[in-house]
């Protein structure tokens, strides 16, 4: 069935390294996919998406890569912060369905 | 738009009770989502509204989950009786179609059923 594996499951960082989080999606109609941040206490944020005509996508820190080839797909942070350290949420999404299928998330965790 | 709006944020009840979760999605939002979020399991989709009509329920654990939607802005998710294993977070998400866009997500229901 549809399936979205994230590795690694925690990551810990110091300050102004780079943090890369991988996902691999089963699903060839998956055109969407987003990243959400969840902070303790909190609903998972929106924090950055690519669809599936685009391969590579930056705001600021962040960019996300995209390989529907290898059906792969990553999040880099760069120039880390403490306020980074969350738990990031992959997922994947198709036009005309309604599920978003999820990773299991990755804790990462930004050393001062 | 205030975002999606879950309530009650917390709550504690005991083995046996009925518990009602409830969620108000963003105006203008035509799919809802009910999650359950756990250490074990992760991100669990409970249940899908699309234009107030349930399309799947198949991850709703048993018949002590219940879901309804009433009307556009609103939703309740209850569980009778609950038991110690339902404790979790629970999360409600809308989206402004099926697929391909951003699901936006409330700040969550924590129940402790004791």
């Known amino acids: 069935g549809e399936n979205v594996e994230q590795h690694p499951s925690t990551l810990s960082v110091q300050e102004g390294d780079s943090a890369v989080i991988k996902c691999t999606y089963s699903?060839?109609?998956?055109?969407?996919f987003p990243w959400y941040k969840q902070e303790l206490g909190k609903g998972p944020q929106l924090i950055i998406d690519i669809r599936s005509n685009v391969g590579e996508k930056k705001d600021q820190r962040i960019a996300v890569t995209l390989n529907k080839t290898a059906k792969h797909f990553s999040l880099h942070i760069t120039e880390t912060q403490p306020e980074d350290s969350a738990v990031y949420f992959c997922?994947?999404?198709?036009?005309?369905?309604?599920?978003?299928?999820f990773g299991t998330g990755t804790r990462l965790k930004v050393l001062a | 738009d205030a975002g999606v709006i879950q309530s009650p944020r917390h709550e504690v009840t005991e083995m046996g009770q009925e518990v009602t979760l409830r969620c108000k999605p963003i105006?203008?939002?035509?799919?809802l989502f009910w999650y359950r979020q756990t250490m074990m399991r992760g991100l669990e989709l409970l249940i899908y509204?699309?234009?107030?009509?349930?399309?799947?329920d198949s991850g709703m654990p048993e018949d002590r989950f219940s879901a309804k939607m009433p009307n556009a802005s609103f939703s309740t998710l209850k569980i009778q009786p609950s038991e110690p294993r339902d404790s979790a977070v629970y999360f409600c998400?809308?989206?402004?179609?099926?697929?391909?866009?951003?699901?936006?997500f409330g700040q969550g229901t924590r129940l402790t059923v004791v």
């Open positions: 105006s203008g939002h035509n799919s």
């Open positions: 998400a809308s989206s402004l179609r099926q697929g391909g866009t951003e699901a936006f």
């Open positions: 997922a994947a999404s198709s036009e005309g369905t309604y599920k978003y299928i």
């Open positions: 699903d060839s109609a998956s055109n969407y």
């Open positions: 509204f699309n234009n107030n009509v349930p399309i799947d």
